[in-house]
């Protein structure tokens, strides 16, 4: 569902470590999932996304798994760095929509020197 | 580079005061999205254009319009903004695409936002 909270979940890592981020989406029907990097004053930038025929989706240093079963959608970030700190939201296709994204509520990652 | 731009990044009006918030995109995508984002919050969608077609939010306050005249602009006017309304505008870009059995749902790319102050 929708975010409504204002305080965000926080994970804080030391650099050179993996991150794990979670995320419980809202709807069994939903089947296009994205994550989403957001830094201070910036709009939302694309990480990586998974459709609900796969489980895993690899990029570049971060993996999508996806857990159909439990509803439950997670980012890894491989050797985490100081300038991957942000705000990062998960966010589903509200129920198989074609056009509307549900966003979670957003977890911030700090990454220490 | 293609890319979604808005205009201006920071925008300060009076209360009551109506004002624009301009999004262009050199995507060429056919859906474009106002989102409004308050502090330590998710974006929440305010409406959808879909080429021409309009698509409002049922919880979206009719104080909020929208004008897409073609397909790279998109405009935000808030008739008369309230000290509620103080958030970030943010502007997305899909492209929905055909396949047999319908559409399919693609990625938003988000503009950089327009920070709103109401004094």
């Known amino acids: 569902g929708e975010s409504v909270g204002l305080h965000l979940p926080t994970l804080s890592v030391q650099e050179g470590d993996n991150s794990i981020i979670n995320c419980a989406y809202s709807?069994?029907?939903?089947?296009?999932f994205i994550w989403y990097k957001q830094e201070s004053g910036k709009g939302p930038q694309f990480i990586i996304d998974i459709r609900s025929n796969m489980d895993k989706r690899q990029g570049q240093r971060v993996t999508v798994l996806l857990n159909k079963t439990v509803k439950h959608l997670s980012l890894q970030i491989a050797a985490t760095q100081p300038g991957d700190s942000a705000v990062y939201f998960c966010?589903?296709?509200?129920?198989?929509?074609?056009?509307?994204?549900?966003f979670g509520k957003g977890t911030l990652l700090t990454v220490n020197p | 580079d293609a890319m979604v731009i808005q205009n201006p990044r920071y925008q300060v009006t009076q209360f009551g005061k109506p004002v624009t918030l301009s999004c262009s995109q050199t995507l060429n995508h056919n859906v474009m999205y106002w989102y409004q984002q308050k502090s330590s919050q998710a974006p929440k969608l305010l409406f959808h254009y879909y080429d021409k077609d309009f698509n409002n939010e049922a919880d979206t306050p009719d104080n909020f319009q929208s004008r897409r005249p073609n397909t790279s602009f998109c405009f935000l006017d808030i008739r008369s903004p309230g000290l509620g309304d103080a958030a970030m505008y943010l502007c997305a870009t899909s492209n929905m695409r055909g396949l047999a059995g319908g559409l399919l749902a693609d990625t938003q790319y988000f503009g950089p936002g327009t920070r709103l102050t109401v004094l």
């Open positions: 709807n069994s029907a939903s089947d296009y």
């Open positions: 966010a589903e296709n509200s129920g198989g929509s074609n056009y509307k994204l549900t």
